[in-house]
């Protein structure tokens, strides 16, 4: 089985920092992969280079066997890759609804007018919003304004799903809200990337994990078991405590 999207050697480097150091491996498709790691590990760097915000320094990253490497974030929104932000970026002019149409226009099937407003409204719906399109973004609490966040991804109708700390910031209650929300993507066979610090949410989302600590991948398996391997402990806890 080929992979849906695929790193090999991926490496960023800022100046004399490795954040992202010969990063290797696969999503297969259907598959939710956690990616995690300590603060500063180099997982959202490793993100805005599948999606294109950063240019990686060098190696390979191909969707469904075909390169994206060096192509600008645009082009890699129209090929089917759709990610949030650790810091949820919405457009504070538009409304809920004119948010989500932005990620149909600019995403994969690039629909236009009113067929992307229907997809904007079923992806309103899907995350719990039906009926809040009109509100301006800025009257929405923090967990509506992640759930146009992930509505807007949605609606570009992506192939692969980048999601960068989505659970962060919410509180226990929401928290449930949050994961019902990605166990439902993957009960649809999405396929996505996780990156997350909520452990319980790691082990009942992910089928797999990467672990990276200081820019490499540390480990790789299933959640329990990269959750017990002594080194990613040590590297969560910090060599102070190891
Ligand atoms: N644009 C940038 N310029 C310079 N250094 C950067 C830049 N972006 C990230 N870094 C550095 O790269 C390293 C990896 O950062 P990154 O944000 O990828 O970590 P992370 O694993 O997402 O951490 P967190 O869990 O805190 O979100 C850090 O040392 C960070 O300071
Ligand atoms: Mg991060």
Same mark, same amino acid.
């Given at each position: 089985m080929s &992979? $849906? +999207?695929s790193l090999r050697g991926v490496t960023k480097r800022f100046g004399g920092l490795v954040a992202v150091n010969a990063m290797d491996f696969d999503v297969m498709e259907h598959e939710v992969l956690g990616l995690i790691g300590p603060n500063g590990s180099g997982k959202s760097t490793t993100l805005n280079l599948i999606s294109g915000a950063l240019p990686v320094t060098s190696g390979a990253i191909a969707l469904r066997g075909s390169p994206i490497t060096q192509l600008p974030a645009q082009d890699i929104a129209r090929r089917g890759i759709a990610r949030t932000f650790q810091l949820v970026r919405l457009l504070p002019s538009m409304n809920v609804l004119e948010n989500v149409m932005a990620g149909a226009v600019f995403g994969h #099937?690039? #629909?236009?007018?009113?067929? =992307?407003? &229907?997809? =904007?409204?079923?992806? +309103?719906?899907?995350?719990?919003?039906?009926g809040r399109g009109h509100m301006a973004v800025g009257q929405l609490t923090y967990i509506d304004t992640k759930r146009v966040e992930l509505a807007r991804v949605l609606a570009g109708e992506p192939r692969v799903v980048l999601l960068d700390e989505w659970l962060a910031g919410l509180n226990p209650t929401e928290m449930e809200?949050?994961?019902? +929300? !990605?166990? =439902?993507? #993957?009960?649809?066979? #999405? $396929? !996505? !990337? +996780?990156?997350?610090?909520v452990m319980d949410a790691i082990r009942s989302l992910c089928d797999r994990c990467v672990v990276m600590a200081a820019g490499a991948k540390i480990a790789e398996g299933t959640p329990a078991d990269v959750l017990a391997d002594p080194e990613v402990i040590r590297a969560y806890l910090g060599d102070d405590d190891a």
């Open positions: &992979a $849906t +999207l #099937r690039q #629909r236009w007018g009113y067929e =992307a407003e &229907a997809v =904007a409204q079923t992806m +309103l719906e899907k995350v719990g919003l039906s809200v949050g994961v019902a +929300l !990605i166990r =439902a993507l #993957r009960d649809e066979g #999405r $396929t !996505i !990337i +996780l990156v997350e610090h």
